[in-house]
């Protein structure tokens, strides 16, 4: 960590001046500084692969979902044994959405920080009080990462669950709004509000109408199951029942492909001799 002493009233010249000649008296400053930032994009952009990955998968099982429900109640589809197991399989697939999602979210948190870290060394080479930066950097990281999993959360769900999603971009726009301003009251409402709010509408309301669900109004919806377990083999029987039903359904496609294929040539080794007395 380079010294440095905190001025009474802060110059942006002498600032700027005061980091020109730390960065050519130490030119491994930049060095360090860069390799932060390429850590921590790294980091970012891995975990926003995996949580879109995660989200319109779980978004496009919810469409198809709602669109054989819809038949059922138009009456064009029987509640049969087929519609009970392919719910089956499509719940078995999304089992480890809540720990991919959540854990990607996590990593956004981590991938943050290390953008932001850099700024405690800038903040003490320019004179600027750096004392609490580790804290400001972790809290300011953790709250990016919400905000950014609630507003791309907002982006896939609006398609399908349009309420829904409007309560996670009320969660993004009040943070980006409120976290900059740095006020810990502020921020202390918007955490009690973002995590009270998300509860009560995820969580309390769908569950109060799990016994009487034709009651339940048509703005309380879900995004599907977010129940993150602590006990590791569950993570394990997640991986593992998603694994198992990917491939069967692979191999079920699979074994289809090759039952197309041989009546394709079967129809054709029908056909040649035909053909060929033709001629």
């Known amino acids: 960590m380079p010294d440095g002493v905190p001025t009474e009233q802060f110059n942006p010249r002498e600032a700027i001046a005061n980091l020109a000649e730390y960065q050519d008296e130490h030119p491994e400053f930049a060095a360090g500084v860069a390799t932060w930032l ?22 496009l099982v919810a469409r198809d979902q709602d669109f054989r429900k819809k038949l059922i109640e138009d009456g064009y589809m029987s509640n049969g044994a087929n519609f009970n197991e392919l719910f089956e399989k499509e719940s078995s697939t999304m089992a480890p959405r809540p720990y991919i999602s959540v854990g990607a979210t996590l990593l956004m948190f981590i991938g943050f920080a290390c953008l932001l870290y850099p700024l405690c060394d800038v903040l003490t080479v320019i004179g600027l009080p750096s004392a609490p930066c580790l804290l400001i950097i972790t809290f300011g990281a953790f709250f990016a990462a919400l905000c950014t999993a609630t507003f791309w959360m907002f982006l ?48 309390y309301l769908p569950d109060s109408y799990k016994e009487k669900p034709e009651e339940k109004p048509m703005w309380v919806q879900d995004v599907g199951d977010f129940t993150v377990s602590t006990n590791y ?42 053909m060929g007395g033709s001629k």
């Not at 952009?45 to 990955?53: C, M, N, R, S, T």
């Open 156 to 203: 896939l769900w609006s398609c399908t669950r349009t309420y829904a999603a409007l309560v996670f971009l009320f969660i993004s726009l009040t943070g980006q709004i409120l976290l900059p301003t740095g006020n810990p009251i502020l921020l202390l409402v918007w955490v009690l509000v973002a995590f009270g709010g998300g509860y009560l509408y995820f969580y």
């Open 38 to 59: 390429t850590i921590g994009f790294i980091i970012f952009l891995v975990a926003f692969i995996l949580f879109l990955y995660s989200e319109i998968k779980a978004v």
């Open 233 to 274: 083999e569950e993570w394990g029987s997640a991986f593992s029942k998603a694994y198992e039903a990917e491939t069967a359904a692979l191999k079920k496609q699979a074994e289809e492909a090759q039952k197309k294929f041989e009546e394709q040539q079967k129809k054709l080794t029908e056909a040649t001799p035909l």
